[in-house]
């Protein structure tokens, strides 16, 4: 939506144009310089919310020929290095989005503590677990379970119940699992009933 | 080359018979002997001359003098990597041991100038392996080095002791791993903000088996895995290393077992303070707190990449002693930070973020009374963010740290009181940079111009070396910057002023500005002409995103024909569109001595 506003600006159907936004943005935005008009202004937040929602992918904004102007570049602004930028982000990220959950595995002398999120789906997860404690589940199939594993991956749900990994869906998973357990084969044996 | 020239011995008596006028056999030799001697006294005394400005001077006495500094110049500053070719550089100074070297303009750390611009490493190494076969030292700054370059570098000095790269990029880990084993006598191996890449080789594997001389080591910038084990020995064999700064990568658990290895330190960055995914589940949570307790030595802590709160009570023990903590990874309440710098009252540098709120500053206002540097960075570095800090923050540390003579402050709101509050506070203020997120906000109380404050700032601060301004501004903030700020050597302007006159102002009123950026701001041709008469003094100019053309900047360079005007393109612009407009994006113009840079790539025009 926004993307078309500005290149109809730039071929100048502004005149004859309807569009959407506050009167006056159009002036504001080519006008780099603030007056004393501006000075008690809120639309500014309108300016940039525009140029922010274009730019929070972090590409520059693509300059259209004959635009003489100074345009508003929110390239590099504010002024914070990449490093720091990604640093944060990666936290802020990990903050808001990061599903940490701790794996243990019978037997095993140490815990993992791993994101969920960073798998797509029970296939990377289970190799993942795999590779980590150096395992194998053999195959899963919805009526028999880990048929045959030495190893099954199991988990605590929200409710406190132990549940195999792999009942449910994926989504619903990763928003219910509190942490995960490796059972030996015949611990777990009982579980496929559950579900 | 010259190191092992005898010189000839002087006999001082002699000299006294011959100056007494006696006229001897030597008669005709009598002439250029004093000053021979007089050559060599000079060599004698200006060996203890360190600093480059008095050099520079005493270069310009007459020629015996500039010979005699520049036979004894020991450290070579390039504050422009393009403004001396290598070549001249090598031939007037014979005896270099130490050289800085920087290159791209700051604003090159913004993503606004497109990559691949320049600021090579390469010739500099390939002339100096030549040249300085002594060369202990290289400190780089914003300089593109490749992995080829450090390698030049770890064969061709055997005595090479200290390396410090800032803000470079281009190398990788398997550039580190050919220095590790190839210096034998390196003390100091500073990464500090580098882009490295992660080739996958353990580089800390490569330093040599027997015990090094290793006095600092930094790289928390190099964001790749290492061998935490091979890492705890380098440290056990490593006696005098006092500075260690860790990766993120390195567990609070593995930082623990180094700092029991090296209760010497004065500088850590303890890496992440936080667990990897590895947790024991047997193991006792290590008592990291003993291991502070023990480094009696620490005054520089950083770090803290993925600090999880409950460790903080950690670091108690070397509050106390502490001055300088960075905290500006730290993702902490001001609750959290109150029960940290309550006890640091010796501190002075102090970096955090705004995530601690005005309340966060207010506590520290109230310990750290000899606080000299403060720099508050923003979590959330968007326009619209919510702005944890305030004018509050800013009046506190103003009323607390009288003694301040450094600030960085990031924030969404301001006042120009509280400006004006700490120009009076603060006499001593060197460096006063205010980043007011939002662009062109005013005061957000009185609705006016950010004028005023900065008007206060450059009137009463009177050591007042850099400036960067920023919020609502008007040409009356460039006047009190043109008409008080006689010291400015930086001045960093963005999205401010109405017209010409701003950038007029400036440069016809300080004397002393070496370094200029400017971004979207509206000044055009009329404004840079009013520069000509000192731009042959100007370390830099960078103007992006103004009202220049292509003919204003000819003109630049038609008249100053010393200097080197290069115009380039943002990234997002095609090579065809060059032709049809004027208007010119980027100009970045410097002095040299050598004229235009052979390898600007397609991007650049040099005019």
Known sequence: MEKSEQHERDLNFAGTELRLGLPGIDDLKKQVQPSANKSNKRSLPDM???????????????????????????????????????????????????????????????????????????????????????????????????????????????????????????????????????????EARGMGCVV | MSEDEEKPSVDLADRNVRIGGAPGSGGEFQSPFPDQVLENVLENVLIFLTSRQDRNSVSLVCKSWYRAESMTRRELFIGNCY????????????????????????????????????????????????????????????????????ALLAQSF????????????????????????????????????DEVADDEVDWISCFPENETRLESLIFDCVDCAINFELLEKLVARSPFLKKLRLNRLVSIGQLYHLMIRAPQLTHLGTGSFSHTDIVAQTDQEPDIASAFSACKS???????????????????????????????????????????????????????????????????????????????????????????????????????????????????????????????????????????????????????????????IVKNCKKLTRLAISGLLSDRAFWYIGHFGKLIRTLSVAFAGNSDMGLKYVLEGCPKLQKLEIRDSPFGDSALRSGLHHYYNMRFLWMSSCRLSRQGCQEIAWRLPRLVVEIMRGHTRDREEDEMDDSVEILYMYRSLDGPRDDAPTFVSIL
């Not at chain 1, 635009?67 to 490093?83: D, E, L, M, N």
Request: hydrophobic share 40%.
């Open chain 1, 48 to 186: 940039n919310e525009n140029c922010t929602s274009e730019l929070t992918g972090n590409t520059s904004t693509p300059q259209k020929k004959g635009h003489p102007a100074p345009k508003a570049q929110v390239v590099g602004w504010p002024p914070i290095r990449s490093f720091r930028k990604n640093c944060l982000a990666k936290k802020n990220e990990a903050e808001n989005s990061g599903v940490y959950v701790k794996v243990s595995m019978d037997g095993a002398p140490y815990l993992r503590k791993i994101d969920l999120n960073i798998y797509k789906g029970y296939k990377e997860l289970v190799k993942a677990l795999e590779d980590m404690f150096k395992f194998s589940v053999g195959g899963f199939s919805e009526r028999e379970g880990y048929n045959g594993s030495e190893y099954v991956p199991t988990y605590e749900d929200k409710d406190g119940d132990w549940m195999l990994v792999g009942d449910v869906p994926w989504d619903m998973f990763i928003s219910s699992c509190k942490k995960l357990r490796i059972m030996k084969g015949s």
């Open chain 2, 298 to 456: 620490l005054v520089c802590l950083s770090g803290f990449r993925e600090i999880i709160a409950d460790y903080i009570p950690a670091i108690y023990p070397v509050c106390a002693n502490l001055t300088s903590l960075n905290f500006s990874y730290a993702n902490i309440t001001a609750e959290q930070l109150k029960s940290v710098i309550c006890h640091c009252h010796k501190l002075q540098t102090f970096w955090v973020l705004d995530s601690v709120h005005d309340e966060g500053l207010e506590a520290v206002a109230a310990t750290c009374k000899d606080l000299r540097e403060l720099r508050v960075f923003p979590v959330d570095a968007r326009e619209d963010s919510e702005g944890p800090v305030s004018e509050v923050g800013l009046l506190a540390i103003s009323e607390g740290c009288r003694k301040l003579q450094s600030i960085l402050y990031f924030c969404q709101r301001m006042t120009n009181n509280a400006v004006i509050a700490m120009s009076r506070n603060c006499p001593d203020l060197v460096v006063f940079r205010l980043c007011i997120m939002g662009r062109h906000r005013p005061d957000h109380v009185t609705g006016e111009p950010m004028d005023e404050g900065f008007g206060a």
């Open chain 2, 158 to 193: 055997p005595n090479f002791k200290e390396l410090v790269l800032v803000c470079c990029d281009g190398f990788g880990t398997s550039g580190l791993a050919v220095l590790a084993s190839k210096c034998r006598h390196l003390r100091v191996l500073d990464l500090i903000e």
């Open chain 2, 83 to 150: 403004a001396v070719s290598p070549r001249r550089a090598i031939e007037r100074f014979r005896r270099i041991r130490s050289l800085v070297l920087k290159g791209k303009p700051r604003f090159a750390d913004f993503n606004l100038m497109p990559p691949d611009w320049g600021a090579h490493f390469a010739p500099w190494v390939t002339a100096t392996a030549a040249a300085y076969p002594w060369l202990e030292k290289i400190y780089l700054k914003r300089m593109s080095i490749t992995d080829i370059d450090l």
